[in-house]
Structures are given as structure tokens and as C-alpha cells.
Nanobody, 125 residues
Framework: EVQLVDSGGGSVLTGGSLRLSCTTS????????VAWFRQPEGKEREPLAQ???????RYADSVRGRFTISRENAVNSRYLQMNNLKPEDTAMYYC???????????????????WGQGTQVTVSS
């Protein structure tokens, strides 16, 4: 069974930083894509960044240059480093896994089979 546990959210002031963590278990090695999404209250879920098992990364235009996705295979973890946070970054953040292919091929939330429980990020001015 694939399980994801995300953590690291909190409350920060504008311009601050946070690092989110996603600890995984049960993912097929070399055959998965892990992504971060966020969902502001009352809005749709938005893709942010992806990383596959080769370490290749992709970013949404809205966060490129401010957010960095990374991984640490030894502890089955993926991270999202978020810098220069803005009030519009306030949302529930989720990590998710698509293990149909060996590379990241989709940004659609429906294509991701496993999800973390979410961690809240609040940025105030």
C-alpha cells in the first residue's frame, strides 16, 4: 500500500520561508512521480512542482524561481522549499504520487493515485 505523509506547514510573514516534507512508503522504486499541489480555500487544487525518480523536476509558472522540489531517497522523502512567500501562497498543501510511469507525465490531480493528508500554509502581511 502506498502512503504519503506531508508535514512542515505553518504560519509565516510575507517574505518568509518554509520547507514542506513528504514521507513516502510503498512507492515502486524507479517508477513514480511525486508532486506538490495546493488548494486555497474555496478554489481548485493547483499543481506546483514535480520530481521523478531520475531527479528530473518541473515547475508551474506561478512558483518557478521561488519554490524548489527535491528528494532524499535514503529516507523516502521529498521536499518543497518555499521562499519569498506571499499572502496568495496561503493554502492547504498536498504531496501526491503518480506511479503509472517512470517519469512525470501529467499535472492533472486525477492522475495521481495517492495523496498525503495535507499541511496548512498561512502567509500574512
Amino acid at each position: 500500500e502506498v502512503q504519503l505523509v506531508d508535514s512542515g506547514g505553518g504560519s509565516v510573514l510575507t517574505g518568509g520561508s518554509l520547507r514542506l516534507s513528504c514521507t513516502t512508503s510503498g512507492l515502486p522504486y524507479g517508477h513514480s512521480c511525486v508532486a506538490w499541489f495546493r488548494q486555497p480555500e474555496g478554489k481548485e487544487r493547483e499543481p506546483l512542482a514535480q520530481i521523478d525518480d531520475d531527479g528530473d523536476t518541473r515547475y508551474a509558472d506561478s512558483v518557478r524561481g521561488r519554490f524548489t522540489i527535491s528528494r532524499e531517497n535514503a529516507v523516502n522523502s521529498r521536499y518543497l522549499q518555499m521562499n519569498n512567500l506571499k499572502p496568495e501562497d496561503t493554502a492547504m498543501y498536498y504531496c501526491a504520487a503518480d506511479f503509472r510511469f517512470s517519469r512525470c507525465v501529467s499535472w492533472r490531480p486525477d492522475d495521481f493515485e495517492a495523496w498525503g493528508q495535507g499541511t496548512q500554509v498561512t502567509v500574512s502581511s
